[in-house]
């Protein structure tokens, strides 16, 4: 895919150096030329818009990733993400001294990257490593085989591949990841896509069974 969908007038270069991806938003510029010490590694996206007015928060949100972003996916894995922890972690069902989740990364054709984590935690979700890559690789092998696609599109037929309950975390990290790959490939942060700054967040916390003990 050598072209995305967009509705803002702005061009949009990703260069990605190895693993490191340098994101370059360009608006009003023309005849950008890179210079890189070692050009041969680096890999240059563009995604053309066409023209309208500059993106805003309020004039190109996520809704409108979802439907006029098309992406066609070259590379998609999934790997396992083996951490320890500085302090065990207790709840009632179960005591972790380290995370084994999986992590997913996905690369469209333009050469723009996207990664996302699928968590693993025993007894609350239903998938244990060796399944979420089980699974991982079987919706990356399907993303790789797909055409291009919006990225709502794509996100239903993830959830298709990874349907319900069962493989819900991994699912959450292939969605993750393609996501990311989508606001990569526009140069919009996700942050500004999911509705810009605020002041107070929602949210909660797990309490422990060893403060409860405690209490």
Known sequence: MDRIGLTQNYQSHCFLH????????LSKV??????????????????????????????FGFKNLMETVTIDVHKAEGRPLNVPLIAPFTIASSRLDKVENVAIRVELSNGCV???????????????????????????????????????????????????HDFASVRAGVEMALIDA???????????LFGGVSNAISTDITVEAFFLILL
């Open 18 to 25: 190895s693993t490191t991806s340098l994101h370059t938003q």
């Open 30 to 59: 023309s005849n950008f030329t890179p210079n890189f010490k070692n050009p041969k590694v680096v890999t240059a996206c563009m995604a053309a818009a066409t023209p309208a007015v500059a993106p805003t928060a309020t004039s």
């Open 114 to 164: 996207g990664w996302g984590e699928a968590p693993i935690l025993p007894f609350v979700t239903a998938e244990d490593q060796a399944t979420a890559l089980a699974k991982a690789a079987e919706a990356c092998e399907f993303l790789k085989q797909s055409r291009e696609m919006t990225l709502n599109l794509a996100l239903t037929k993830i959830g298709d591949v990874l349907p319900g």
């Open 182 to 192: 989508a606001a990569n490939s526009i140069g919009i942060p996700l942050w500004r």
